[in-house]
């Protein structure tokens, strides 16, 4: 799953990683609000955690 750090997105501008997600899984409301993933669109490829730091890449923890 990709996690958005929001509390490190300046959200002042319009998220250029929405255009580097090649499956169209990032939108952004406004240029004031944080990106957000789609987790039915996300393959979870990780083009948008090599683009910004502010997109993690979790793995689940088998239990």
């Known amino acids: 799953m990709i996690n958005i750090l929001s509390d490190y997105c300046p959200q002042n501008h319009p998220c250029p990683v929405v255009n580097v997600c090649p499956y169209g899984a990032i939108s952004q409301k406004d240029i004031f ?15 948008c955690t090599n683009y910004c730091n502010v997109f993690r890449l979790e793995t689940k923890k088998a239990v």
């Open 33 to 47: 609000s944080p990106p957000k993933v789609d987790e039915e669109l996300c393959t979870e490829c990780g083009e």
